[in-house]
């Protein structure tokens, strides 16, 4: 099926270790977003990739780095895990703002 | 900064019954303004998407307005059903997307 596929779903790290969290997209879309969900503080955003090649810090950049790969990869690392990025991302892409497809999420727990 | 705020943040209705979520934001200067819906655990799945130039959109049961002079928006769901129970999403794009923190939704049978 066309869309966004995260990979892993759920994953929990502790402390200190680093992982990174993938995003591939088969719709040809030339933009990638990364967020974070937080309870009561909707969505907000951490990088993202106008196009192959680019990337742009969001709202919430410190802590994390970004990859874009090639056209359909973009992936989010986090190089020293601390409790506070304990979140749900999402991953975005779209062609034009406001059309973006989401995936279905990473539920990420530091411990 | 652009700001979204939706009310209620939660909302219980009967089954049967017609609803509006209420969203607004603080800087008229958008692109468009998109309502999505969260299930539990899952993504986010795009219902309207309503572009500034436009005053409202409906899909089946779902009608959505934008009034941009005033910053705000509606989502109008007609006939309630327990299925259309979930968390729903504003976003207003610029040059960014803005979220609002959603309304928790719940259609009781």
């Known amino acids: 099926n066309a869309g966004v596929t995260q990979t892993p779903k759920f994953q929990v790290l502790k402390t200190g270790q680093s992982m990174t969290l993938q995003c591939a997209q088969d719709m040809n879309h030339n933009s990638m977003y990364w967020y974070r969900q937080d309870p009561g503080m909707g969505l907000r955003l951490i990088y993202y990739s106008a196009s192959e090649g680019t990337t742009d810090k969001g709202e919430v950049p410190n802590g994390y780095n970004v990859s874009r790969l090639n056209k359909r990869e973009f992936s989010l690392r986090l190089e020293s895990a601390a409790p506070s990025q304990t979140s749900v991302y999402f991953c975005?892409?779209?062609?034009?703002?406001?059309?973006?497809?989401f995936g279905s999420g990473t539920r990420l727990t530091v411990v | 900064k652009q700001e979204v705020t939706q009310i209620p943040a939660a909302l219980s209705v009967p089954e049967g019954e017609n609803l509006v979520l209420n969203c607004s934001f603080t800087?008229?200067?958008?692109?468009?303004l998109q309502w999505f819906r969260q299930d539990p655990g899952k993504g986010l799945t795009s219902l309207l998407l309503?572009?500034?130039?436009?005053r409202e959109q409906t899909s089946g049961r779902l009608n959505a307005s934008l009034d941009k002079s005033s910053g705000r928006s509606t989502l109008y769901i007609a006939a309630s059903q327990p299925g259309d129970s979930a968390t729903y999403l504003c976003a207003v794009s610029y040059q960014k997307v803005t979220f609002g923190i959603g309304t928790k939704l719940q259609v009781i049978p």
């Open positions: 975005a892409s779209n062609l034009k703002p406001g059309t973006s497809t």
């Open positions: 309503i572009q500034s130039s436009q």
């Open positions: 800087d008229s200067a958008i692109y468009n």
